[in-house]
């Protein structure tokens, strides 16, 4: 792996800690060079280096591998002995400006390839002024920014990058993005306020809209900081709509907890609801990355997604109250209510990354079939598992009536003893007895509603694998991969 010079890790040492002028790194960049290159320390004084600029990084080997760093960037011109470390370096080269730029753009002759972390130095970051300032301590000073470079994940400028799960790859960041939560919902003047928008937070959660944005940038263009502040917008938004399902539906607990009505009270959850909706808009606009000529953009973007989520809900809300309920109308209720959700985080994930317009569509696409199967596996799941796996009552969403695509599958068929036991228990609330529940959920089997609800989900699978299939292979994909096959394995 060609990199550059030397790459030197300061110690833990006053010496090296020392940031004024960023002396500690000049003075490891010494001891690596005579480290790694043999370079005697006589050869090169402190004062000969000239720190440019400071980047952050990650780039995973594998699942187990991952390198992030905060590198400080240093330039210096100096006639120095070589006699390289055989343990530390197999080869050295010396280059011009052009011949850099050949390697960066071609295939580097013989063994080995560019570093993840020097082609965002060389292609992102070193320009022609870097070379025309060399030996011009005046020129070299002009170079100094002050900033810290945001490369994101880099992992697939190495060719023999593994990448990881979807476990892994949101364990990755999940912290990152929950301390932009907590940040933001926690600076409310009022602590009650606060504690209520953040119980749900707290109660745990996946987070897989939440890292959504960041996982999809780093499969399809440059991944950086600003996903996260995206991520952390769109899932506060997903917990307020947690929220306000809670009271409209009468859930008394969420996660395991008691809902946010039940733990503070009704006036204190919907004040909550509405007090993170405003927040959510609050971290979108400040997201790092995102240009001023794109906030309006995004700003639309996010509210269609409200207002789609709050349609959605509406629709649900409504199904209770009717019998005739279409499989058309039941797919724009959960396109709104649910996968519209997951369409926004891959749309603008791809869009904040650079991605071209054919992927941007390409990731919508894909975002809305994984939305669409979420939600008839959530459908799905309601009906198979237990109480203690699903954190509230098994079968609840049968005794509210909800029209998922199982129950009006059963109601479109002839008259039967098994559509009646579905309709005894269809809507009755909480006076419904588990014996009830249980039997329509039996009926729901024999009327091969259940069959036909997963069938369904299997062909948004299918097409979600589909819109992957478009993409280059990537590192990346594998965590896309396994989030299309999330909840179909959840039941298998």
């Not at 320390?41 to 004062?47: A, F, L, P, Y």
């Not at 400028?157 to 990448?163: A, D, I, P, V």
């Not at 960041?214 to 950086?224: F, R």
Request: charged fraction near 25%; hydrophobic fraction near 40%.
């Amino acid at each position: 792996v060609w990199a550059n010079s030397c790459c030197s890790h300061p110690l833990y040492s006053e010496s090296e800690r020392d940031t004024k002028d960023a002396k500690g790194v000049k003075r490891a960049a010494i001891r690596k060079l005579n480290q790694e290159l043999g370079i005697p320390e006589s050869q090169v004084s402190i004062n000969d280096f000239h720190f440019i600029t400071k980047m952050i990084y990650s780039s995973r080997m594998n699942a187990e591998w991952i390198e992030r760093e905060i590198d400080h960037i240093l330039m210096i011109k100096a006639d120095v002995d070589v006699e390289i470390n055989q343990n530390e370096v197999s080869e050295i080269r010396w280059v011009t400006h052009d011949e850099l730029e050949e390697m960066l753009v071609a295939d580097v002759q013989g063994d080995g390839e560019i570093a993840p972390w020097f082609r965002c130095i060389a292609s992102r970051l070193m320009n022609s002024d870097w070379w025309e300032a060399v030996g011009d301590e005046s020129r070299m000073a002009k170079l100094v920014d002050n900033e810290i470079h945001d490369m994101g994940d880099v992992s697939h400028m190495l060719t023999y990058s593994e990448g990881a799960g979807l476990s892994i790859s949101i364990q990755e960041v999940k912290p990152l993005v929950e301390s932009r939560i907590s940040d933001s919902l926690c600076a409310a003047r009022h602590s009650r306020l606060s504690d209520a928008m953040m119980h749900l937070i707290q109660g745990g959660g996946k987070r897989l809209r939440a890292t959504l944005p960041w996982l999809v940038g780093k499969a399809v263009g440059d991944s950086h900081s600003g996903l996260l502040d995206i991520g952390a917008a769109i899932e506060i938004v997903h917990n307020f709509t947690l929220v306000h399902d809670d009271i409209m539906d009468d859930d008394d607990t969420r996660r395991g907890l008691n809902a946010v009505h039940i733990e503070y009270g009704l006036p204190t959850a919907i004040n909550a609801g509405d007090a993170m909706l405003a927040i959510a808009f609050e971290r979108l606009v400040s997201a790092k990355g995102l240009d001023n000529k794109d906030v309006a953009a995004m700003v639309n973007r996010l509210a269609w997604m409200v207002r789609r989520v709050s349609e959605g809900q509406q629709l649900d809300i409504e199904f209770e109250d009717r019998i005739a309920v279409s499989e058309e109308d039941y797919f724009e209720m959960i396109e709104g209510k649910t996968a519209v959700m997951f369409l926004t985080c891959a749309e603008i994930g791809s869009r904040m990354s650079g991605a071209d317009d054919e992927t941007i569509q390409c990731m919508a696409d894909w975002g809305l079939a994984v939305g669409l199967c979420f939600q008839l596996m959530d459908d799905l799941i309601d009906v198979l598992s237990d109480s203690d796996t699903l954190g509230k009552p098994a079968g609840s969403d049968l005794a509210q009536g909800k029209r998922t695509l199982m129950v009006i599958h059963a109601l479109s068929q002839e008259d039967s003893q098994s559509q009646r036991d579905l309709l005894a228990v269809l809507g009755k609330g909480e006076s419904a007895t588990q014996q009830e529940i249980d039997i329509g959920l039996k009926a729901l089997d024999d009327l091969g509603s259940i069959q036909y609800a997963r069938e369904r989900a299997e062909m948004y699978h299918s097409n979600a694998h589909a819109q992957l299939d478009r993409l280059p292979q990537s590192p990346a994909l594998i965590a896309l991969r396994e989030l299309t096959d999330y909840q179909l394995k959840r039941i298998s």
